[in-house]
């Protein structure tokens, strides 16, 4: 199975214990902390809540720091202050009203080193400038404080509308070694996608080096030949005449590869906001209309068809391989449903695949 390289393993988001507030926080005021990963360690405030929250323009990341970051003394930041590893930003905000999102996630696997969760599409892993209580990272501090247990530590990330497998840690030792193995590209990664046009082969690899854009909204990835290395192996399961359900191994680990890389030949995901058709209008849209009857039409689906489907690693304690596998959500399944006739029957099994159930 090929190998892929997570995003950062570093959990941006600090749940203590006992929680922390700098002093003068209202007591209805949400307090966020973030911890800073030594990749981040020199950077300007600014530029560090805006890496955070990464759909923040830098004015409205300069705001925030003005209006809502302290130290825990109480005294107010600046966005010109230098952050260092290990240091805890925290962020001060009036409460506010939370986007809907699922409120559960399931569990695949639990033992006393990790936690393997199946996240629906639509919960965010972190707090952002819109989410608080609406993460996963938030659920899971809720629910094991209150049978007083370790708090399971995010050891990857999916994007917010990407379902299926996370990892936890479940103790400091585990997520101490799920990061090296991260970082050594030594856990394998398997995603599921419905896409729109015909691949160009049944198999094959997209080797295209990507970076961040150099102008426009700066959440987006571009194919740059100066860019970092980025390699997704592919395999067709199906296909109809307009779009195909295809499974996906990254062998690297580049924010949006896999909706980059199936973009740049010609096979967008179904429902993706950002590397559609359309580009990023659909969802500059979104985010002033919401998801209309019109922009669900053009899209083809209400979120990004891409799930994260298995996930193989050597198990922290035990030290022997472990493989996870989240099934096709219902979402999908029926999407699939209405773009075959033949739904989920008679799927091609590549090699990784052959006894996992999709």
């Given at each position: 199975m090929?190998?892929?390289?997570?995003?950062?393993?570093v959990?941006?988001?600090?749940?203590?214990a006992?929680?922390?507030?700098?002093?003068?926080?209202?007591?209805?005021?949400?307090v966020?902390?973030?911890?800073?990963?030594?990749?981040?360690?020199?950077l300007?405030?600014d530029?560090?809540?805006?890496?955070?929250?990464?759909?923040l323009?830098?004015?409205?990341?300069?705001k925030?720091?003005?209006?809502?970051?302290?130290?825990?003394?109480?005294?107010?930041r600046r966005?010109?202050?230098?952050?260092?590893?290990?240091?805890?930003?925290?962020?001060?905000?009036?409460?506010?009203?939370e986007?809907?999102?699922?409120?559960h996630?399931?569990?695949?696997?639990?033992?006393?080193?990790?936690?393997?969760?199946?996240k629906?599409?639509?919960?965010?892993?972190?707090?952002?400038a819109?989410y608080?209580k609406?993460?996963?990272?938030?659920?899971?501090?809720?629910q094991?404080?209150?049978?007083?247990?370790?708090?399971?530590?995010i050891?990857?990330?999916?994007?917010?509308?990407?379902?299926?497998?996370?990892?936890?840690?479940?103790?400091?030792?585990a997520?101490?070694?799920l990061k090296k193995a991260f970082?050594?590209?030594?856990?394998?990664k398997s995603?599921?996608a419905?896409?729109?046009g015909?691949?160009?082969?049944?198999s094959?690899d997209?080797d295209l080096?990507?970076a961040?854009v150099?102008?426009?909204?700066?959440?987006l990835?571009?194919?740059?030949?100066?860019?970092l290395?980025?390699?997704?192996?592919?395999?067709?399961?199906?296909?109809?005449?307009?779009?195909?359900l295809?499974?996906?191994?990254?062998?690297?680990?580049?924010?949006?590869?896999?909706?980059?890389h199936?973009?740049?030949?010609?096979?967008p995901?179904v429902?993706?906001?950002?590397y559609g058709?359309?580009?990023?209008?659909?969802?500059?849209?979104?985010?002033?209309?919401?998801?209309?009857?019109?922009?669900?039409?053009?899209?083809?689906?209400?979120r990004?068809?891409l799930?994260?489907?298995t996930l193989?690693?050597?198990?922290?304690?035990?030290?022997?391989?472990?493989?996870?596998v989240?099934?096709?959500p219902?979402?999908?399944?029926?999407?699939?449903?209405?773009l075959?006739?033949?739904?989920?029957?008679g799927l091609?099994?590549?090699?990784?695949?052959?006894?996992?159930?999709?």
């Amino acid at each position: 199975m090929a190998r892929a390289a997570a995003a950062s393993a570093v959990p941006g988001h600090v749940e203590p214990a006992v929680e922390e507030r700098p002093v003068g926080s209202p007591p209805e005021a949400v307090v966020l902390r973030f911890v800073v990963p030594g990749e981040l360690a020199g950077l300007r405030l600014d530029r560090f809540v805006q890496h955070r929250m990464p759909r923040l323009t830098r004015t409205r990341a300069q705001k925030i720091v003005q209006s809502c970051a302290f130290r825990l003394d109480g005294t107010p930041r600046r966005c010109s202050d230098i952050v260092q590893s290990g240091e805890i930003i925290y962020l001060v905000r009036e409460r506010f009203e939370e986007p809907i999102t699922p409120l559960h996630f399931g569990v695949l696997h639990q033992d006393d080193a990790v936690l393997l969760v199946d996240k629906p599409a639509g919960l965010p892993m972190h707090p952002t400038a819109t989410y608080h209580k609406h993460t996963l990272s938030y659920l899971l501090r809720t629910q094991y404080e209150a049978q007083s247990l370790f708090v399971p530590r995010i050891a990857h990330r999916l994007d917010r509308e990407t379902s299926g497998i996370v990892v936890c840690a479940r103790t400091l030792e585990a997520e101490r070694r799920l990061k090296k193995a991260f970082e050594r590209h030594e856990i394998d990664k398997s995603y599921l996608a419905i896409v729109s046009g015909q691949l160009p082969a049944l198999s094959g690899d997209i080797d295209l080096p990507m970076a961040p854009v150099q102008q426009g909204l700066h959440v987006l990835m571009e194919l740059r030949p100066d860019g970092l290395s980025a390699f997704t192996h592919y395999e067709v399961l199906a296909s109809t005449e307009s779009h195909a359900l295809v499974a996906l191994f990254p062998r690297s680990g580049r924010q949006h590869q896999l909706r980059v890389h199936l973009s740049a030949i010609g096979c967008p995901i179904v429902g993706d906001k950002l590397y559609g058709p359309e580009r990023e209008a659909p969802f500059l849209e979104y985010i002033e209309t919401g998801m209309t009857p019109e922009l669900l039409r053009r899209l083809g689906h209400d979120r990004q068809a891409l799930h994260a489907h298995t996930l193989t690693f050597t198990h922290p304690e035990t030290e022997e391989r472990f493989r996870a596998v989240a099934k096709l959500p219902d979402d999908l399944v029926e999407l699939w449903q209405g773009l075959s006739s033949e739904g989920l029957r008679g799927l091609s099994r590549p090699s990784q695949l052959v006894d996992v159930a999709i």
